[in-house]
């Protein structure tokens, strides 16, 4: 692939020297990069594999259907923009999509189910998905609905602003069930939950068997905890 390389910078507060401005188009990868975009274009190629949209001032907003005809699409980069609002069903449609990097933006507000479709794909079995550095307070299990036992999540959390309480604790429960992983960059996991002391005195007690295990176990107590999946606890 050729990159096209056009003159001018990036705004100032795109800190990533690998984003350079560029704008490039064939029939499987669509590249704008630094172009003072208003909104998500409206002529990527539906056949686009690869869609990286990034270092736009003025995109704020993610809209429903706004990616419904990208039905091939596998990774999607739209980090340090300036989006600040996801709204439900924006990725409809994405159904072979893999990668998901929002990143870098001032993502405030998620609506409820919007990652839902994405996390319950047969196509895929696991999802990566990047919010690190955004201005997001609370994070809720309702942004991805019923998720499969088939699909495993990757996510990068860290540089938020999230409140530190019992809303993070199916985080903690979710990795324990084998359903999500951190990122391997060093900031992926939210600065709280790498503490014991959180996990222990705001979600339950230090000991935990997943329910497998139960059997073995008939003398100790079980606790289902009405947020999360049942743990027992001794």
Known sequence: ???LYLSGACPDYVKDKHVVPMKYSD????????????????????GAMII???????????????????????????????????????????????RLHLEFNMIHRIYVGSFAQLTSNLHIPDFYLDLRNNSLTTFSKTLFGSH???????????GNNLECNSSLCWLKWAELD????????????????????????????????????????????CQALVCCWPLIQY
Not at 148 to 158: A, D, I, P, Q
């Open 1 to 3: 692939m050729i990159k």
């Open 52 to 98: 990286k949209i990034q270092g736009n001032k003025d995109i704020t907003a993610l809209k429903p259907n706004t990616f419904n005809k990208y039905s091939k699409c596998a990774r999607l980069h739209l980090s340090w923009n300036r989006i600040q609002v996801i709204e439900n069903k924006t990725f409809t449609g994405l159904i072979r999509l893999q």
């Open 178 to 221: 084998g359903w999500l992983t951190w990122l391997s960059e060093k900031d992926s996991k939210p600065a709280c939950l790498n503490t014991h002391t959180f996990f222990d005195n705001t979600c339950g007690s230090k000991y935990y068997l997943m329910l497998p295990v139960f059997e073995e176990y008939k003398h100790v107590k």
């Open 148 to 158: 499969s036992s088939s699909n495993r999540l990757e996510l990068g959390l860290g």
């Open 27 to 46: 029939d499987h990868q669509y590249l704008s990069v630094c172009q003072n975009l208003p909104e998500i274009p409206k002529n990527i190629p539906e």
